[in-house]
């Protein structure tokens, strides 16, 4: 019986990637950043109150958090073109109990999807969670229509990951990941664990090799391994070349000479001689 998370031969699936398809203007972020610093004024509010014992204040603060948060959320979706009309409620809603490391969550049963505190450390790993997690709504409805289960599709999770993780990747230059090495590192280390699996499963056959967009240290990496390989290959191409030139100058001076015998006037300086 064929593994249940493999993918149709010659599948790329990029109908999947929830990517970001515009770039927001300086305006525009000056408006998600609004939201952002007046999200995280009042989750810090809400803990300092929760240290002195004030429940009320606490709980103020923290729906006020809920509120800015959830409203950068929104914009951000909407001012980067990301498409979240697979998420329940065509939304990406703001969880404020997602613990740390937990930057988003889709659900493989109702399609719920949403993003924790630490994505709103910034825009750009705001906007990228939201790509992946969208991307990860996108993969559930897909499967859901196919009749999978819940518990055949996170038996998917490597091939969901690695196609959310190219979804952030081909969404990096309008999300800023591409500009952010602060953002950019708090997803290498993710892509390479993913990545990694990836490899493993079109090894052992659970799922088929497909395209995948490289990040950007591997894009280099692989640059400086041809760059080794053609340093290494250069001296070999120098002497091809040198012995290319000698044996064309010898093949001119051959036809000198050949011309210069068969003309006529060589013959008559021969015979005067």
């Known amino acids: 019986m064929e ?14 990637q929830a990517v970001a398809t515009r770039t927001p203007t300086p305006e525009e972020r000056a408006s998600i950043e609004f939201h952002l610093k ?12 929760q240290g002195r014992g004030d429940l009320r204040e606490a709980q103020y603060n923290k729906r006020r958090e809920c509120e800015e948060f959830q409203a950068a959320a929104d914009k951000s979706a909407r001012l980067h073109g990301i498409d979240t009309s697979n998420c329940k409620g065509q939304r990406i809603a703001y969880d404020p109990d997602l613990g740390p490391g937990e930057y988003g969550q889709a659900h493989p049963k109702d399609r719920s999807t949403c993003v924790g ?19 990860h709504a996108n993969q559930i409805a897909i499967d859901q229509e196919k009749g999978m ?3 055949q599709i996170l038996a998917r999770r490597d091939v969901y990951e690695i196609e959310a993780c190219d979804a952030e990747n081909h969404s990096a230059e309008r999300t800023g990941l591409d ?17 990694g699996n990836y490899r493993q499963s079109v090894k052992d056959g659970s799922a088929d090799a ?33 012995l290319t030139k000698e044996q064309e100058r010898r093949r001119n001076l051959e036809k000198l000479r050949s011309a210069a015998k068969s003309s006529p006037r060589s013959r008559s300086a021969g015979k005067q001689r």
Request: charged share 30%.
């Open 38 to 49: 007046w999200g995280r004024h009042y989750r810090a509010e809400s803990a300092r109150a």
């Open 210 to 242: 497909r395209y995948y967009t490289p990040t950007a240290a591997e894009e280099r990496a692989k640059q400086r391994r041809l760059g080794e390989g053609r340093s290494k290959d250069q001296p070999k191409k120098n002497e091809t070349a040198k």
């Open 3 to 16: 593994p249940q998370n493999r993918l149709p031969a010659a599948t790329s699936r990029t109908d999947v």
């Open 179 to 195: 500009r952010n090495p602060d953002a950019a590192s708090f997803t290498s280390d993710y892509h390479k664990h993913w990545h």
């Open 117 to 135: 505190p630490d994505a709103m450390d910034s825009q750009t790993k705001l906007a990228t969670t939201q790509v992946h997690e969208a991307t």
């Open 149 to 151: 289960t819940a518990d």
